[in-house]
């Protein structure tokens, strides 16, 4: 094929000049893209203003640009220069040499050696979670309570600092970290980049909260050099992601304070919305199927020690756990949009994408579609467990892509799922609970990204009923 995909693809009727603009809601978006799909195919186009993209649902092609990075595809440009005007250089946006660099020293930071060394910083705050649970009397917002835990669990393993905004209620990096997503995602979508000729007031408050939290995390950075120089026996068995960093960029020499600083945001950043906002979709589907409580709770007793699991190495024991996960993750993954751009003129599975053409992913569409998987729309989390047992069922992992997939694949998964299950295991082996809210009710928001509308939760101590 010689001809740039864009302009032989079908898509969405386009407006003169805005295209498909109007057509979409940018907090809806992923929704937009995956009905265009159903209409226009696996791979389409559409215009967004000025803004050419090329829509991609297929898991081939999708696997495809995942695993040619760093050198044939990168992520969108504009990602990059959003979060370079903020000063941060870390692994996310990082492209080429720099980002092996990040990657490395980012990966080994978060490796199973180093979570294990982590996991009392994890354990102390899941009994922080029950504890207040325990006192809840009326329904409350728990996606709040989750971003706490998640952001407390994050920045006691980034820095060792002790935040417990569960029981103390909000912190400044927590009121920074808030202000952050929803205008990273607002930029990415805007036609034109407004705000470098005139900031609103969400402009001024991101601007203010990167500022700050940049302040706090240089602060961190002196601390932890200093630790290290007292107790060089650390470096051996670092106690937390700064200390693991601060090692790692000693060996490799080349690494700045920027670029450290810009690497524990990014985790910090990382490490917050997607856990909490996943673990709130499996409180929705738990709710709304009571039944997988139970199992959970029959499942995870054996190992509860005082209401939570004291062990590491047990957790790899919940099958149930980690099959309501996935299936959570398949119906609900928190990034279903991801944005990429070719290197140079590239042709992956007889489709030519011309270079810096806008590629957006979009990976849930596959994930719930019967020719990947049977009875794709259902919550099924038996389908995890008993796979080779229907052998006619469809059950294509390919099209299962929550973490991403290649070279860039997400490096915080394993504590990802840890967290998860150090929850879940918590909340089934402690309480029954139910939402408020009636399930319809509850809304995809796309802010970066995919959460639930907000919703209350109601639970019931199990010793007391
Ligand atoms: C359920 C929770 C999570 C989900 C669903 C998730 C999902 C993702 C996805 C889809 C990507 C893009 C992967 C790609 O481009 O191929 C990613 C990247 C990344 N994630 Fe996660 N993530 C989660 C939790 C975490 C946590 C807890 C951390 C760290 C504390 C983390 C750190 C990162 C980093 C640093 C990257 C950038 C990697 C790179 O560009 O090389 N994530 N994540």
């Known amino acids: 094929m010689t001809k740039d995909a864009y302009h032989i693809l079908n898509g969405p009727k386009q407006a003169f000049l805005l295209g498909n603009a109007l057509q979409v809601d940018v907090k809806r978006l ?5 009905q265009w799909a159903n209409e226009f195919g696996d791979i389409y186009r559409i215009r967004l203003g000025p803004s050419k993209h090329i829509v991609i649902t297929n898991p081939d092609i999708i696997h495809e640009i995942m695993r040619g990075r760093p050198d044939k595809f990168r992520r ?61 009397k009326t329904p409350f917002d728990v996606q709040k309570d989750l971003m706490r835990y998640t952001v407390d669990v994050t920045s006691s393993l980034a820095f060792g600092y ?79 992601f700064l200390e693991a960093i601060l090692v790692e960029a000693e060996q490799e020499g080349s690494i700045s304070n920027t670029e450290i600083r810009g690497n524990l945001l990014t ?25 997988w409580q139970e199992k959970i709770l029959k499942e ?50 007889g489709y030519l994408f011309a270079k810096e053409r806008k590629l957006l992913v979009q990976t849930r ?50 504590l990802a799922l840890t967290e998860i299950k150090m929850i879940v295991a918590m909340l089934c082996g402690n309480f029954k609970f139910k939402l408020t809210n009636e399930p319809k009710e509850i809304e995809e928001i796309m802010a970066f990204t995919m959460m639930a509308s907000s919703f209350d939760l109601c639970i019931e101590n199990r010793q007391t009923i």
Request: with cysteine; hydrophobic share 35%; charged share 25%.
């Open 267 to 291: 985790i910090l950043m990382a490490g917050e919305d997607t856990t909490a906002h996943t673990v709130a979709w499996m409180i929705y589907f738990l709710s709304i199927y009571p039944e």
């Open 76 to 136: 969108m440009e504009k990602m990059d220069s959003i979060f370079r005007e903020e000063g941060v250089h870390g692994v996310f946006n990082a492209e080429g040499e720099e980002w092996k660099i990040h990657r490395k020293l980012v990966a080994q930071g978060l490796d199973v050696r180093h979570q294990q060394q982590y996991f009392p910083a994890i354990l102390k705050t899941t009994e922080r979670l029950m504890n207040k649970w325990k006192g809840m």
């Open 30 to 34: 992923h929704q937009n893209l995956e």
């Open 162 to 240: 002790e935040m417990n905004t569960i029981q103390m209620g909000e912190d400044v990096i927590q009121n920074h970290l808030e202000k952050i997503f929803p205008t990273i995602f607002k930029r990415i979508n805007a036609p034109i980049p407004i705000w470098r000729y005139y900031k609103s007031k969400a402009d001024k408050e991101f601007d203010y909260a990167f500022k700050q939290i940049n302040v706090l995390i240089d602060e961190f950075i002196e601390k932890g050099k200093e630790k290290l120089d007292n107790n060089p026996e650390l470096k051996e068995k670092p106690s937390n």
């Open 300 to 349: 995870v007793s054996p190992y509860l020690n005082n209401g939570v699991i004291t062990d590491y190495t047990q957790l790899s024991n919940l099958k149930i756990v980690e099959a309501i996960a996935n299936e959570t993750m398949r119906l609900k993954p928190v990034a279903p949009l991801l944005l990429f751009e070719p290197l140079e003129d590239i042709e992956v599975k």
């Open 365 to 414: 569409h596959a994930a719930v579609n019967e020719s990947y998987f049977s009875d794709g729309d259902s919550f099924n989390p038996d389908r995890w467990m008993n796979i080779e047992k229907c052998p006619h069922l469809k059950h294509e992992l390919k099209a299962f892509i929550p973490f991403g997939s290649g070279p860039r694949y997400c490096p915080g998964r394993n």
